[in-house]
C-alpha cells in the first residue's frame, strides 16, 4: 500500500500499487492536481482516517526529534495512516522523512533525494546562546526565543 502525500499528485507519480490518502490532502491540491486526486478516489484509491491514538505516537516522535513544529496537520496524519496501514509513505518532505524514519514507515521519494540519516533537532537560544534538547516557548534562562539547530553543526 502506497500512502500518497500531495506532492504526489502534483507530480503525477504513478505505481501498480494500492493506494491510500488521507481526506485533508485534497484540501492541499488546486487544478491538475485535485482532478487527479478525485479520479483516483473514484477508482478506488483508499481514503484513511488513522485514530487518535496513532496520530498522538507520530507527534510524540515527532516532538522527540524536533521536527513537530515543521509538520502540518495533514503531514502528521499522512504519518499516522502509513504507520497504521503498514505502508510506504510517498513524499519529499524532509521532516516527514525523518520522522517516518523513527517509525520505521518506508519512503519513495518523487522528485528529490530522500533524507541520508535521521536527526534529533537542538534548540538555540536567540539571547544568550544556550542549547536545548526540547522545543519551548522561550529560553527558560533569558526569555528569548528558540530556532531550531542542525546537531552536526553543533
Request: net charge negative; charged share 30%; hydrophobic share 35%.
Amino acid at each position: 500500500m502506497y500512502v500518497l502525500d500531495a506532492s504526489a499528485f502534483i507530480h503525477e507519480y504513478h505505481t501498480t500499487e494500492q493506494m491510500a490518502t488521507v481526506p485533508m490532502v485534497r484540501e492541499e491540491l488546486e487544478d491538475e492536481s485535485a482532478y487527479r486526486y478525485d479520479a483516483m478516489e473514484g477508482a478506488g484509491m483508499h481514503i484513511h482516517i488513522p485514530s487518535d491514538e496513532t496520530v498522538e505516537t507520530v507527534q510524540r516522535a515527532a516532538k522527540e526529534l524536533g521536527d513537530h513544529d515543521e509538520l502540518s496537520e495533514t503531514d502528521v496524519r499522512l504519518l499516522a495512516a502509513a504507520f497504521e496501514l503498514d505502508g510506504t509513505l510517498v513524499t519529499d518532505d524532509y521532516a516527514m522523512q525523518n520522522v517516518a524514519d523513527r517509525l520505521d514507515v518506508r519512503i519513495d521519494m518523487i522528485a528529490r533525494d530522500g533524507i541520508t540519516e535521521q536527526r534529533e533537532w537542538l534548540f538555540q537560544c536567540q539571547g544568550c546562546g544556550r542549547e536545548f534538547e526540547e522545543n519551548k516557548d522561550r529560553c527558560p534562562i533569558c526569555g528569548s526565543s528558540l530556532s531550531r539547530k542542525n546537531p552536526s553543526n553543533a
